[in-house]
């Protein structure tokens, strides 16, 4: 009998983002698919972890994260999030936002069970749910707008339904949730008793007055809430894999214990590094952070739109879709290649994004790059003649 590979293994793949990435470094190119943010990491971040190391902290912690950090964490969500956390027993560090999405869906649902998902939506969440068993389900977001409606979530729940992802500011649209949108998902989890995991991590990042509102911070809802978070985005960090999850002790416990078993922890002198970064960086940092992606969104939509590949302004969030139908090629890879062969600029194929065909005329870039960086992207794609 010949070895195989697991059944749970047929629905999972090497993500479009890495694929895209490999690629660029084939041929020396931009890389503006992969979210890697390589625009500096905060003196204090960088100093703490250092500091740290020095100080011995290089054991393992406790399951949950150290108590520097969760004491952190804690006092954040209640100042920013809006949410009430006990940092003894309703905060779990983990091995990055992914893992600690990984950690919760172990820990809370079981094969069979349906998450839904907006499309478009961000892979990772599309395929920790399939590495767990659990069946996905997807409401569209309409473009350009991306709006949904109550209607197009009864559309896609089932009594096998148990949780609904929400990424705002989201991964790839950088759509922001709004009040109104939020208590809309609000009713419909009540009404079918349904967890509401998020996804938080480019909270930080908003435009054009745009406020990012935590679904935890809801008050009829803030019991089944698995609130997701971390710092690899707004301090530049994408590779130390410090993220953490907040929700209720009945619920935390359980998810600590998947920590422990999968991670054992999250790399002990980088959480306090993170933790020294969330102490001692005052409001103005994030407030100087959003402005400089700001100009950064600005210069690449500008871009984008002058070589007539429409972008979808983004709210929030490091990325724009744009439209790809006036490129060459058969699908949206066809299209991404054809413009990395071109320019030398990567980005990812729209269909990384959804389950379907609606994605293959769109295509994902990442702005979060050192000026000159993208300045020299932004150059090689106005030179693109279509």
Known sequence: MALTLSKRADGIVQAEIRVMTIECEKVGGINLAQGV???????????????????????????????????????????????????????????????????????????????????PYYGYHLNTILAVDVIPTYVPLSLPDLCFTMDDLEKVVSSKTKGIMVCT?????????????????????????????????????????????????????????????????????????????????????????????????????????????????????YENLCAQFKKKRDRICSTLDRIGLRPIIPQGAYYVLADASPLPGEDSKGKAMFLLERTGVASVPGKAFYHDERGENLLRFCFAKEDPVLDEACERLEKLKL
Not at 50 to 62: F, K, L, P, V
Not at 83 to 91: G, N
Not at 217 to 243: C, H, L, M, Q, V
Not at 252 to 268: E, F, H, Q, T
């Open 169 to 285: 500011p989201a991964n790839p649209s950088g759509k922001v949730f709004n009040e109104a949108e939020l208590k809309l998902i609000a009713d419909f989890a009540i009404k079918y008793d349904l967890f509401v995991f998020t996804d938080e991590i480019y909270e930080y990042f908003t435009y054009d007055g745009t406020t990012h509102v935590s679904p935890g911070s809801i008050p009829e809802i803030a019991d089944r809430t698995i609130t997701i978070s971390g710092y690899s985005k707004a301090f530049s960090i994408t590779g130390w894999r410090i993220g953490y999850s907040v929700c209720r002790k009945q619920r935390a416990d359980m998810i600590g214990y998947v920590n422990d078993l999968v991670y054992v922890c999250a790399p002990a002198p980088l959480q306090m590094g993170v933790a020294t970064g969330i102490l001692e960086l005052t409001p103005s940092y």
């Open 37 to 119: 943010c390589d625009v500096g990491v905060p003196q204090p971040v960088a100093r703490g972890a250092r500091a740290a190391i020095n100080d011995g902290i290089n054991s393992y912690t406790r399951y949950d994260g150290l108590a520097e950090l969760r004491r952190a964490i804690a006092d954040k969500v209640r100042t920013f999030n809006k949410i009430e956390a006990d940092p003894e027993t309703e905060v779990t560090v983990s091995a990055g936002s992914t893992g600690a999405f990984y950690c919760a869906c172990l820990a809370l649902l079981d094969p069979g069970d349906e998450v839904i998902l907006f499309e």
